[in-house]
């Protein structure tokens, strides 16, 4: 039992840095795909970059606006007698990503006509 114990620290920091070696790994092998085609991998990066706090911006209001549906929700069935006390962590649990979710396809959308309007110049 010891040694399980003494094995999750070892394994985590094993597939911490294993992961991160990847990540970077990865990133320099499409970085030189790119400089082999002839394209300079900072000029094409992020040409929408403040578009990403955009997509941050709604995802946050979606999860606020998810969580307050679930609380609404809880207060109502706790005022109709369905039970007593906020209960119903599932609900909590299963809005919040829900309206993350559409706040993510919403900056998808806008994302999408501000690359055709930059397109289509």
Do not use: W
């Amino acid at each position: 039992m010891e040694a399980t114990r003494a094995m999750i620290p070892i394994v985590l920091f094993i597939c911490a840095a294993t992961t991160l070696f990847g990540i970077y790994y990865l990133r320099n092998k499409e970085n030189m795909a790119l400089i082999e085609r002839g394209i300079n991998p900072r000029e094409s990066y992020r040409k929408f970059g403040s578009l990403t706090y955009l997509k941050y911006a709604l995802m946050m209001i979606g999860a606020g606006i998810g969580l307050l549906i679930a609380y609404l929700i809880d207060v109502n069935m706790v005022t109709r007698g369905f039970s007593v006390g906020p209960q119903h962590p599932a609900l909590y649990f299963s809005l919040i990503p829900i309206c993350a979710g559409l706040g993510l396809v919403l900056s998808y959308n806008i994302e999408k006509k501000e690359m055709q309007k930059y397109l289509n110049k």
